[in-house]
């Protein structure tokens, strides 16, 4: 289960990560009583991503442009999803900003401290300055001074950063939580250091072993995350998604596509580790913008330009209606590859996950002229409670799969087939 921003931070005041002065506004007139000086930010509490970009995130000056603010707010959906509260929040000049989180390597069965010195929503930057480090015994500062010295911090900063991430590390360890993030963790011309934003992650599992969490936190907090819980959305905004946000190795024949920098991370990670290359990575824009079809169609685009790319890992944190879009352009693809005489019931099999897919391709083959590019697509959705039926896929060739370790094992399978393929033709 995902948490709003300012339930976030009510969990970063109980270890003292510093955070600026708030208060949640659940509605407008609430502005008159507001207790924190302007200037101001307000902003949508929501899951979705891109909160700024689709008109959630205002920073006003008085009272009067506060209340309008608030009220275009509270009328404003993002991703379908519309605000019970509003974080009234003081604002911040920040002279640098990074990026910090904690999260489980799946393949290790280790946490692993995540950083950057390049902070926001630059995901470019960011991951071309993320550090790792696995926290390989038992947690120390020693582990968060070395991921702070990898990120090139020096001075006052490597003790004051190193420091958030020891409580971040706490928080993480106590309350058994999946991910904790801080971004941007800014810090000013006085060495101050600030969370401006901060996502986590509960497990659900181990809810039943935290029965005060959820009461400690407001009123507002338990109602947003019962009506908002199916939401997984924890973006980050890449600016173009029809490029690739990151280019690891010409020579695979792997493409990556996810919707989250800890999605991307994790994935990569568990390939990496497995001597996956990859190719490159692509971050889908989940966010509330006119033109997704426009945005699926150059992202498609740019995957089958790239004549070395054979598998195409979809690998989400929710199901979307951009992923409806991009299914939808992998049928397109298909049926331009396929003649429909050439799909049979026969061709078809039953897996465990009980999802149906292509398993012979012959029958097709022989039936086009045409040379046909194949490419596999491998989809997981990582929300635990959605359950996709193989009719949404509309008998697609798509290898659809809970199961991360599986996943990534049916990744390199196809992979490495389509490697042997070419070189034997």
Same mark, same amino acid.
């Given at each position: 289960m995902?948490?709003l921003?300012?339930?976030?931070k ?9 955070i600026?002065?708030?208060q949640?506004?659940?509605?407008p ?8 000086? *302007?200037?101001?930010? !307000?902003?949508? %509490?929501?899951l979705a991503s891109g909160? $700024?970009? +689709?008109g959630?995130? &205002?920073f006003? #000056? ?5 209340i309008?603010?608030a ?6 959906p993002?991703?379908?999803?519309y605000?019970e509260v509003?974080?009234a929040?003081?604002?911040?000049d920040?002279?640098?900003e990074?990026?910090l989180?904690i ?11 995540l950083?950057s ?8 930057i960011?991951?071309?300055n993320?550090q ?5 015994e038992?947690?120390?500062?020693? *582990?968060?001074?070395? !991921?702070?010295? %990898? ?5 006052? $900063?490597? +003790?004051?950063?190193? &420091?958030?991430? #020891?409580?971040?590390y706490?928080?993480?360890?106590t ?6 993030e801080?971004?941007?963790l ?15 992650r ?15 936190l407001?009123?507002?907090?338990h109602q ?12 980050s ?13 010409f020579?695979?024949n792997l ?5 989250a920098?800890?999605t991307?991370?994790?994935t990569?990670?568990f ?8 190719n490159?990575?692509?971050l889908l824009?989940?966010?509330?913008i006119?033109?997704k079809k426009?945005?699926?169609d150059?992202?498609f ?9 054979d ?8 199901w979307?209606?951009?992923?409806d879009?991009?299914?939808q ?5 298909f ?11 026969e ?7 009980g ?6 391709e012959?029958s ?19 929300t635990?409670?959605?359950l ?6 509309n008998?697609l060739?798509?290898h659809?799969i809970n199961?991360?370790?599986?996943t ?14 070419k070189?034997?033709?």
């Amino acid at each position: 289960m995902d948490l709003l921003e300012y339930q976030a931070k009510q969990l970063f005041e109980q270890v003292d990560i510093p955070i600026l002065p708030s208060q949640s506004i659940s509605d407008p007139s609430e502005l008159k009583n507001l207790h924190i000086p *302007y200037p101001i930010v !307000l902003k949508s %509490q929501v899951l979705a991503s891109g909160r $700024a970009k +689709a008109g959630g995130v &205002k920073f006003v #000056e008085n009272t009067i442009d506060a209340i309008a603010a608030a009220q275009s707010i509270f009328n404003l959906p993002i991703e379908g999803e519309y605000p019970e509260v509003i974080l009234a929040e003081a604002r911040y000049d920040a002279e640098n900003e990074f990026f910090l989180a904690i999260m489980l390597d799946y393949a290790l069965k280790r946490p692993v401290l995540l950083g950057s010195s390049h902070g926001g929503i630059n995901i470019e930057i960011l991951l071309d300055n993320l550090q790792t480090c696995v926290i390989e015994e038992e947690f120390s500062p020693f *582990y968060a001074r070395r !991921l702070v010295k %990898q990120m090139g911090l020096t001075g006052k $900063a490597i +003790a004051s950063v190193s &420091k958030i991430i #020891e409580k971040m590390y706490d928080l993480f360890l106590t309350h058994d939580l999946d991910i904790i993030e801080i971004n941007p963790l800014a810090i000013n011309a006085n060495g101050e250091v600030m969370a401006l934003d901060g996502k986590i992650r509960l497990n659900d599992y181990a809810l039943n072993r935290h029965p005060n969490l959820l009461k400690s936190l407001t009123r507002e907090t338990h109602q947003a995350s019962s009506t908002t819980n199916q939401y997984h959305h924890y973006n980050s905004i890449a600016k173009e998604v029809n490029k690739p946000i990151l280019t690891l190795d010409f020579d695979s024949n792997l493409a990556i596509i996810s919707d989250a920098i800890d999605t991307t991370i994790f994935t990569v990670n568990f390939l990496i580790f497995k001597e996956q290359k990859i190719n490159s990575c692509y971050l889908l824009l989940n966010e509330n913008i006119k033109n997704k079809k426009e945005q699926v169609d150059e992202l498609f685009s740019s995957i089958l330009d790239n004549s070395n790319i054979d598998v195409v890992l979809i690998n989400v944190s929710c199901w979307s209606d951009i992923i409806d879009l991009l299914i939808q352009k992998i049928e397109q693809y298909f049926q331009k590859q396929t003649p429909i005489s050439a799909i049979r019931s026969e061709d078809r099999a039953d897996r465990a996950t009980g999802v149906r897919f292509f398993q012979t391709e012959s029958s097709w083959k022989k039936k086009s002229s045409q040379p046909i590019r194949q490419i596999h697509w491998i989809l997981r959705v990582s929300t635990s409670d959605i359950l996709i039926s193989p009719e949404k896929l509309n008998g697609l060739p798509i290898h659809y799969i809970n199961e991360l370790e599986n996943t990534i094992a049916l990744t390199i399978k196809y992979s490495q087939l389509a490697l042997k393929q070419k070189d034997l033709s």
